[in-house]
């Protein structure tokens, strides 16, 4: 009983062994497998050596023989950077905000030729904006945003080539000056709201004024032009309710056949003629007495 018992329990160690080899072999080989996402890259590297790149989807790799250093997503990425305390051409310190739009479009560059894209890009980036600024004055890179972002796009993207990385665009999300500069900026743009306001002013001036000497020359030209426009100013006045106006008619108007009814001074044309016959009548009564 005893030698059964040995060898029944020496058998349970052995299958016990060989199960345990088999699962860790097992595992072994399903530890090569990997999933890669649609918008991703993996670059198998065997013993050293690059392989190519592998996914989307599930991959397998040899377990200690591949190795895949990082994965590489393919889609657009976003880098902040800025300069500090940069001197534009005219002497002006600035700090220029920035933010970057950019996309690998060769995984197989970006893992052989450069050790740590972003980083490399982000740095190529600053250096970029400082060397942009210091060729600029300020008052171009305050007007002109978009000419500016294109030319840090197309000086990085000439950098980032060789590592396969693709800039899309650049835009430049802020500019901040020092505060004196700001108030004296603040005072000149007064100013010249101020200024082109005044010349507004005198422009509409010489207009009115152009128009006034045109008006005169026409009255002029035109004879009763003139009584018109004066008969016109009657009418105007006479027609505010609730008012008493005395007019002092001019005896030097000029003569024009214009019918009294025009402008509703047909009543006023009698008026005249009442008083007229008013003044040849008083004389006649005083020569015959």
Known sequence: MGM??????EADLTLMFWSIIVFSIILFFLSGIRIIKEWERAPVLRLGRYMGLKGPGIIYVIP???RIPSKVSLRVQTISFSSEQTLTKDN????VDAVMYAKVIDPEKVI????????ATLWAAQTTLREVIGRIDLQELLSHREKVGEELRKIIDEKTEQWGIKVISVEVKDVIIPQILQDAMSRQAQAERERQARVTLAQAEY???TKIIEAAKNYNNVPGALTLRWMNMLYEIG???GTNTLIFVPSNIPQVNVPLNVLGLKGLGEITGFEEKKEESSPKKNTGS
């Open 112 to 119: 052989l030729n450069v050790e740590n894209y972003y980083q």
């Open 4 to 9: 059964e018992f040995l060898a029944l329990q």
């Open 239 to 241: 027609r505010q309710p």
């Open 92 to 95: 002006v310190p600035v700090n």
């Open 64 to 66: 200690l023989i591949d």
């Open 207 to 209: 207009e009115a004024s």
